[in-house]
């Protein structure tokens, strides 16, 4: 299992960093900007072969699993 934050949305705004800087901000007036969205994945076949039993309630909240 892993629970990580969405890479995609860091890129998405890195157009608004970009933005800033051509409109001549200092980089230490651009703000820092944390994770808001986490994904869940879940290896089934890492579980299976460890012997774990993943719960269903788990399983339903995850954003990935792998079969």
Same mark, same amino acid.
């Given at each position: 299992?892993?629970?990580?934050?969405?890479? $995609?949305?860091?890129? %998405?705004?890195?157009?608004?960093?970009?933005?800033?800087?051509?409109?001549?901000?200092?980089?230490?007036?651009?703000?820092?900007?944390?994770?808001?969205?986490?994904?869940? $994945?879940?290896?089934?076949?890492?579980?299976?072969?460890?012997?774990? &039993? +993943?719960? %269903? &309630?788990?399983?339903?909240?995850? %954003? %990935? +699993?792998? &079969?």
């Amino acid at each position: 299992m892993a629970y990580t934050s969405d890479f $995609h949305v860091p890129f %998405r705004s890195a157009a608004g960093y970009v933005d800033q800087l051509l409109r001549a901000t200092r980089v230490d007036q651009l703000p820092i900007q944390l994770p808001t969205t986490f994904d869940l $994945h879940i290896n089934l076949v890492t579980a299976r072969s460890l012997g774990l &039993e +993943i719960p %269903r &309630e788990l399983l339903v909240q995850a %954003r %990935r +699993i792998v &079969e």
